[in-house]
């Protein structure tokens, strides 16, 4: 189940913003899953995300050109006009794609995987990203590290750079059989994947 080949990398068109840190006319943001910055009133960002105003109790954004309200802890994802139906990911040194992909708005770390039939999560990421394994249907899956409980469920979202789909099929792990989740076919089939050398375009079909 594990990987046919990996994905990485970011793609404009769309900005997730997340605040993690308020102060009088500054905040401190993850934008796209990339570290920590710290953003003045009046800045704006490579990505095109510009801080208006911030205050202790929230910060006022504008987002590809709309405007949002967003206090600590809480985050939002704005596509552009033109944005929502491709992504292109690139290589790493390596020769390997990997991306930070989110599920029901929260981050996991992805690898594609052509030979995973569905978008597969630990436990620990189905729990951050508020997915009710327990209620799923139970069963098991052969890993590495032998047989392991499964929990087929439905993912509400699953987001990589511009690119969301609803409502699809996901797969939860028990125990330590996953260290990275895998974006596996019940998104790809969704997706034409046209590759380039040491990148990799995937085109949303329906």
Known sequence: MYLA??????????????????????????????????????????????????????????????RRTLTIGSSISVASATGGRSVTLAADGAGHFITTGYVNGAPVRFMVDTGASLVTLSVSEAKRAGVNYLSGVRGYTVTANGRVPAYKVKLDTVKIGDVTLNNLDGVVLEGNALPIGLLGMSFLNRMEMKRDGSTMTLIKRY
């Open 5 to 66: 080949f990996l994905l990485a990398a970011g793609v404009a068109g769309a900005a997730e913003v997340n605040v993690i840190g308020l102060t009088a006319g500054k905040a401190v943001v993850v934008i796209d899953g990339g570290k920590p910055r710290t953003m003045r009133a009046g800045e704006e960002s490579p990505e095109g995300v510009k801080l208006i105003s911030a205050s202790t109790e929230s910060a006022l954004f504008e987002i590809n050109g709309r």
